[in-house]
C-alpha cells in the first residue's frame, strides 16, 4: 500500500495536507511531524539536515512512494542534499519535493513590477532559498525578506487573533511595504493561519501566496507527468498522522489546521538522537 509522505517539523504542514486532500482525496497519506523538536527555524543547516533525513527514513519505511517536505526551513537547509545526496545512494527512484519551488513559480508568474516579498523564519531566509529560486525563474526579480521569528510562537499559542497580532505584523510587514512589494509569499506553513490579519496590514491589492493551494495544484501536475510513480500509489483514501510529541496542544491545532479532527500516533523514532541546537 503505497502513500504518499508528508514531512513538517510540527503541525503547520496540516495546512500543505489540507489543501491536498481537497485536491488529490483518492490516494493514501502519512503525515510525520517532528513536534518533540520544533520548531526547526533557528537549528543549524547541519541539524536540519540530519533531522530531515529522519524523517525521510521514517516515511520510507511506512511505504511511502513520494515524500512533500511541507516545511520550509528544510525545504531551504536540507532538500537540495537529500536529492542530490541521499536518496541516490539510499533510495535510487524514490522522490522527495519541498514546497519552495511551487512558491516561486506562482509567485514570478503574478509579479507584475517584479518585486517579491518573503516573509518566513530565519533559516528560512539566512539560507535565500527563495531568493535562488526566483532568480532561477526570472534575474530581474527583486527580493524583499524578513524573518519573523514571533509568528509561529503567536500561532501555537492559540493568540494570533488578539490585538498585538497585528501590531506584530504591521512591524514585520511595514518594511517590505516600503519596498513597493506586489507579491508576498508566506514561507512558512503556520502563516496561512495569519492570512486575515495579514490581508488587513498589506490592503487588497498585493498578491498574497500560501504554499497549499500551490503545492496542491503542482503535486497534481507531478503526478500526471509522472505515471510510472502515480500508478504505484494506493488509492483506499487511508490517513495515518505520527507525531514525536502527542499533546493536547498539537491535536487542538492540528484539527484548526487540517479543518477536520484525526487521532495521532506517538513515534519514538528520535529518542536515541541529541536534541541539538
Known amino acids: 500500500m503505497a502513500s504518499i509522505g508528508v514531512f513538517d517539523s510540527g503541525f503547520g504542514g496540516l495546512t500543505v495536507l489540507k489543501k491536498i486532500l481537497q485536491k488529490l482525496p483518492q490516494y493514501n497519506y502519512v503525515y510525520l511531524a517532528d513536534s518533540a523538536r520544533a520548531p526547526y527555524g533557528n537549528r543549524s543547516k547541519e541539524t536540519i539536515y540530519t533531522f530531515t533525513k529522519q524523517a525521510v527514513d521514517f516515511l520510507f519505511s511506512k511505504n511511502c512512494e513520494l515524500i512533500i517536505l511541507a516545511c520550509n526551513t528544510a525545504s531551504a537547509d536540507a532538500l537540495r542534499r537529500i536529492q542530490q545526496e541521499y536518496l541516490p545512494k539510499k533510495y535510487p527512484g524514490k522522490k522527495v519535493l519541498g514546497v519552495l519551488i511551487p512558491g516561486a513559480q506562482d509567485a514570478v508568474a503574478l509579479t507584475k513590477n517584479d518585486t517579491v516579498g518573503v516573509i518566513a523564519t530565519y533559516a528560512t531566509v539566512q539560507s535565500n532559498a527563495f531568493e535562488r529560486e526566483l532568480h532561477k525563474l526570472n534575474t530581474k526579480i527583486r527580493v524583499v525578506q524578513k524573518a519573523c521569528p514571533l509568528l509561529v510562537p503567536l500561532v501555537e499559542s492559540n493568540e494570533y487573533e488578539l490585538p498585538f497580532a497585528k501590531t506584530i505584523l504591521k512591524q514585520y510587514l511595514t518594511p517590505l511595504l516600503k519596498s513597493n512589494i506586489d507579491t508576498l509569499i508566506l514561507g512558512c506553513t503556520h502563516y496561512e493561519i495569519l492570512i486575515p490579519t495579514i490581508r488587513s496590514v498589506i490592503g487588497k491589492n498585493i498578491a498574497i501566496i500560501a504554499e497549499g493551494a500551490v503545492v496542491a495544484h503542482r503535486l497534481s501536475a507531478y503526478l500526471d507527468n509522472h505515471p ?42 528520535t529518542e536515541s538522537i541529541p536534541n541539538q541546537s
Not at 490517513?239 to 489546521?257: A, I, K, N
Request: glycine share 4%.
Open 228 to 269: 510510472e510513480i502515480e500508478i504505484k500509489l494506493t488509492k483506499n483514501k487511508n490517513r495515518l498522522f505520527y507525531t514525536t510529541d502527542v499533546t493536547s496542544q498539537f491535536e487542538t491545532m492540528g484539527q484548526l489546521f487540517l479543518g477536520s479532527s484525526f487521532s495521532a500516533i506517538l513515534t519514538q523514532w
